[in-house]
């Protein structure tokens, strides 16, 4: 047998790691546990001596994927030298920052995890990751020293406007479904998006569906519920993905 261990800052992570990486796992015949010991929340796991590559594929994957979205939201957000509030361009102006380079960035830490001996993620972050950090420090920088631009609403949507055009297109479409008082979120086959940057792949509200579209940054986004969508939705959907609009009817 394979065997290795991960040690996590508090359980949450823990725990959802392991529910990630469980269905693997078990595939394979192998042994996941998640236990407390000696100040860490450590994953111990086992898999068969053949699934070893797999198995170190699979664990980068989910540890790049955990890092971008709890770390560099919470980084980026401790460096910002302004109040944040909850309004909708704020939502959409931070996730903006959290999702520039997510594909790139989730390459980096792939390649800078070494699975020779166990891994700290805390101590992973804060020495193997410095030039990722400083990347994100571009970021923050750019937050800062636009500030005015936050003060008005039409030059906030328009800096907001610039940041997501210079987002990496991710996907090609986006097809917007209404089911049940929700969104699904459909690819080009009409099957619903499973993508790591999504907190869910269904969306319930008006807020979570702007920021999962900036996630995905399709090229087109074609609504097939226009009658099912609120005015200022629609109104925000045109202010920030405006010529990328299709509306079926």
């Known amino acids: 047998m394979w065997e290795y261990s991960l040690c996590f800052d508090n359980e949450k992570d823990s725990e959802n790691f392991v529910d990630k990486i469980r269905p693997f796992i078990k595939e394979t015949k192998g042994v996941v546990i998640s236990i407390f010991l000696q100040d860490a929340y450590k994953v111990l796991v086992a898999v068969p001596i053949e699934k070893r590559e797999q198995a170190m594929s699979l664990l980068k994957e989910n540890l790049a994927e955990m890092i971008l979205i709890n770390y560099k939201k919470e980084y980026i957000m401790s460096k910002l030298n302004f109040e944040v509030d909850h309004s909708v361009n704020m939502r959409v102006f931070l996730q903006t920052l959290i999702c520039f380079d997510s594909d790139v960035d989730k390459q980096i830490i792939v390649e800078s995890l070494n699975f020779d001996k166990s891994i700290y993620l805390n101590s992973f972050i804060n ?10 420090d571009e970021l923050v920088t ?16 328009e800096l907001i406007k610039f940041l997501i055009s210079n987002l990496e297109y991710r996907c090609y479409a ?31 509200d008006d807020n979570k569906l702007l920021t999962s579209l900036i ?14 969508l609120k005015e200022n939705l629609l109104k925000n959907l045109y202010n920030f993905f405006s010529n990328r609009i299709e509306i079926c009817k």
Do not use: T
Request: charged share 25%.
């Open 174 to 204: 986006v097809n917007i479904f209404s089911k049940q008082n929700c969104y699904l979120l459909c690819d080009m086959e009409g099957k619903v998006i499973n993508d790591f940057l999504l907190d869910k792949n269904i969306v319930y």
């Open 142 to 157: 750019l937050a800062n020293d636009n500030i005015m631009y936050l003060l008005s609403e039409d030059s906030f949507v």
């Open 127 to 136: 020495f193997r990751l410095k030039f990722l950090k400083n990347k994100w």
């Open 215 to 228: 996630a995905l940054n399709p090229e087109k986004i074609i609504i097939h519920c226009n009658s099912f």
